[in-house]
DNA sequence: CAAACTTACGCATTTCTAAGAACAAAGTGC
DNA sequence: GCACTTTGTTCTTAGAAATGCGTAAGTTTG
């Protein structure tokens, strides 16, 4: 077979089928990518090299010599991750495998600028970094989340009304103490959604995220990848026009949006105006669970509204699955009846067939997660990896 | 540098390079990919050998021995398009380039079976292909598009109420007598965002089509990749509910769908209620473009109501061009005066700062060249190319 | 106008990857 | 216990691609 007609797998390419528990053996490695037993054991060991791969134990025999089983090498590296919220921010070390070694929880002032917030977090960071012991390995990449639109090439916020002092400011200059790692910013919906794709729901090629929370926001994954628009605005739901919403203000300054009638700030709005004592959708979501009739009327509202928009998503994209996440999606049942009415009621039938409605599967630990994955997606890359053994190499 | 770790380019790479005009000479190809020149030339003549790369005249010299240019050979082989609509069915013979060699145009009843137009398909084909002599190149290809909801792995509509008849058909036997040519089959409005990022607009990695015609529909590019969605059914527009439809019948039997007021056959039918002599939406533009008012005022008007309903997917999808085609684009200024109005005042500022509104590039022959350039993408991939030389290799 | 320089390309030589064979190791099955 | 299977390693070798050299064909400079 000519080389010229035909790539061979690289040590990146092993790497991801090791990664993805595709292969856990050299003959599987051999088998998946038609390499000889020699090239497979070559770049297996130049993989160990880096610790990317560990050599377990003996697997199953298969009526001959049990195969040595190989596994990811979790532990050769970690991940930083920090999920900025309006009022709260979420740090975290992981190791390579997303794991959440380590979290803690930053409550800061709603609109606090960047020079406010950053220092603390880099400091917070490096204490949860060093809380790992001297013997932790460095630090590969930096994942950051942030609500509203991101640009991510430059790495900061990009016109974000709810993010004011944050806009154009580039937050990798703040997290440049930890060995140059490399740092990764992106929308908190976007990142969710990445989250939502770890494990089992790989398979889903064509996902929509929904997070509803204080504001709305969705993460797009269309073909396997994640979507982000032309400047990074893509997701914007929650300023959608709606009928329902019709002269209805909006924090955004414009009117009829579905985020002035559904979103979470609009349910504490709505309440508060009925008198009664909450600050934040999650007080909402916490009397609905607990069987205050009105918040439920309330959150089963969002969900019938929010289920309009998401109808026309759905015609539009066409995904495998629809993921409710956010804070409201902690009432999943009754947003989720409210979504369901509407969305089935609007949406075509040929979408709607065959497509599941899930809630989140970690809950508020979500952002943090995704975090993660987006910067080990960028980090254990094929290339990057390639690009690590050819260094090692030299 | 060890190859384990870095895939060297194949011949399908140095191919897609010279397609795409990114290297003309052998040495740009040596710069873009890192080969050697052995390997370049290597490459070169395997490429050459298939007739899918020419050595043409000298190019200009650059301080020394001119280079000896390579163009894409366009002329290895022919590819066969049929793009079927509901009234009429476009047929045509492309060159590798997705060049339209020659075309005929076949009238049909609606509602005309598989079983009745294919087989006249098929023929008319075989004519057309026949036409260019006996020293024609051979078929490589051949790419179909259908209205509706197509299943673009067995190659057949899907669950369309506007194709009954159709479903579940596959069409690759009736084209079976090409000698065994790949059949391709696509959504029309899929195919037409094909088209428009042909040449220059390759550059769009993000762009929306709307399809205004009898029905509306849409073609969805994001991150450079076409979007048919879990199923196939991305791009359904025309049934998203919207307000102004309220209570109005559609044809797909529901009610509140855009298409039910917006669409090319509500305006025709409207048009009919007060006595005009109209059949086709075409008939309709024909009257808009000669001047008549009411058909100016209803054009524009359903402009403004498609403009709602595409500020909801610019919202959501942030591309960076919104193409417009469709007959009713050829009452371009109109409609999409109407669409603007709607479009900018609902849809998100950061979204519709950079988006650039165009008229479709091809006007009615979008849907023949969109089908070339579906299958041309098909069989003149990376991959495709590489098994292609591995083949004639051996 | 000729010499020097630049760029392009083919050919021979060398380097190096990876396939394949041979062998050792560690199991299963009768 | 012995034949057979499967895995993993070492050694040899075929073949692909990089490198160096020679030649071709232009531009620039003196």
Known sequence: MSRSSSAPATAGKVFALVRAGAATTRSEIGHHTGLSRTAVA??????????????TEEGPSTGGRPPLTLTFGAGAGIVLVVAIGRSRTQLAVCDLAGELLRTEDLEQEIGASPGELMPKVAAHLADLRDALGPGAPRTVGIGVSLPGTVDTV????????????????????????????????????????????????RQFDDMLL????????????????????????????????????????????DVGCVEAIAGGWALVRDLQEQGRDVTHIRDVVALAVGGDAEARRMIRDSGRRIGEVI???????????????????????????GLRETLYRDAVSVATRA????????????GMIGCASMALDQVLSVRAVDRMVAERGR
């Not at 893509?234 to 203000?249: F, M, P, R, S």
């Not at 026309?312 to 902690?330: K, R």
């Not at 497509?355 to 979500?366: N, Y």
Request: glycine letters at 16%.
């Open 355 to 366: 497509l599941q409605i899930l809630p989140w599967s970690h809950g508020d630990r979500s």
């Open 154 to 201: 430059r790495g900061c916020s990009l016109d974000s009304p709810m993010m004011a002092g944050w806009d154009g400011v580039e937050l990798q200059p703040f997290l440049a103490d930890f060995g140059g790692a490399p740092v990764f910013v992106d929308n908190d919906a976007n990142v969710m959604v990445l989250a939502e794709r770890l494990g089992e729901r």
């Open 42 to 55: 070559a770049r297996v060991a130049a993989l160990q090299d880096l610790g990317l791969v560990v050599e």
């Open 311 to 337: 109808a026309g998503a759905v015609n539009l994209l066409d995904p495998a699955v629809l993921v409710v996440g956010g804070d409201m999606a902690e009432a999943y049942d009754v947003f989720v009846a």
């Open 210 to 253: 929904i997070k509803a929370s204080t504001g709305l926001g969705a993460g797009i994954v269309s073909g396997g990848v994640l979507q982000r628009g032309a400047v990074g605005a893509a997701g914007e739901i929650g300023h959608t026009k709606t009928a329902a919403a019709q002269g209805v203000l909006c924090r955004c300054g």
